[in-house]
């Protein structure tokens, strides 16, 4: 399902190496989880993945095809992957249910069904009551929740989760983290995830572990 290939990623001309030649293949329906000290590349993994970064050298696979073709095609991106950022990105102007709707548009699904669908999402983050409400206006895991809404609304086959429970207390880490375990399961969605929290690293069927920007052995 994904490939990569000895991948590096410099940054300040060659300054700053996050990725020192990573290698992994993870197949599909797999829920991996990155661990590692801060630093060590997880978020430029994940974006590198999903077509967020070109990586320095290297290549990676998805589904057999090399993405490289897709770095700068929002559409491949739509219909294959579902992003939940470190630091969540709603659109500050857009209510709750309008950003969790966003991906939905270039897949021209029709509006009523768009709605419908955002609205349900919504209620299984515990988000019914906050819909309208603008980013601002709630609290930072009731955004953090939103914002894997947002992720999943498209169907995507690859869900990318930098630190999804980040900001979250212990109780809604473990629903959303039971929540996209058992989408992820039943939609057959390959899962990579990224964080420090042992016990959320724990839950994945195999943990990756990254230190200097490489996968340790
Ligand atoms: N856009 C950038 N420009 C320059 N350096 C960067 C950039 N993005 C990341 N880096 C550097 O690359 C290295 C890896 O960063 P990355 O964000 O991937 O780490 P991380 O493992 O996700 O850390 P954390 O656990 O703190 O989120 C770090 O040294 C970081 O400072
Ligand atoms: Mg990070």
């Known amino acids: 399902m994904i490939i990569v290939k000895d991948v590096k990623k410099f940054f ?3 300054l700053t190496v996050a990725l020192n030649g990573v290698s992994l293949q993870i197949s599909k329906g797999e829920v991996v989880a990155i661990s590692g000290p801060s630093g060590c590349g997880k978020s430029t993994l994940l974006n590198i993945i999903g077509t967020l970064e070109v990586p320095t050298s290297g290549e990676v696979f998805i589904e057999g095809e090399n993405i490289s073709k897709y770095y700068s095609q929002y559409n491949f991106r739509a219909k294959t992957i579902g992003f939940v950022f470190q630091f969540h990105y709603l659109i500050p102007t857009m209510t709750l249910i309008e950003n969790v709707e966003l991906p939905m548009y270039s897949l021209s699904i029709p509006k ?3 709605r419908e669908k955002a609205k349900h999402i919504l209620d299984c983050m515990g988000l019914s009551d906050r819909a309208n409400f603008f980013p601002t206006k709630v609290s930072g895991g ?3 929740r939103a914002a894997i809404a947002r992720a999943i609304a498209n169907d ?3 869900i990318l989760a930098d630190e999804p429970t980040g900001n979250l207390d212990i109780d809604n880490g473990e629903m959303v983290m039971n929540y996209l375990l058992n989408l992820c399961k039943k939609e057959s969605i ?7 929290n042992p016990s959320v690293a724990s ?3 195999r943990i990756i572990y990254m230190k200097n920007g490489k996968v340790e052995k």
């Open 12 to 14: 300040d001309n060659g």
């Open 112 to 114: 009523n069904l768009r």
């Open 142 to 144: 009731e955004r953090q």
């Open 156 to 158: 995507p086959k690859i």
């Open 190 to 196: 390959t899962l990579l995830i990224t964080t420090h």
């Open 203 to 205: 839950m994945a069927g």
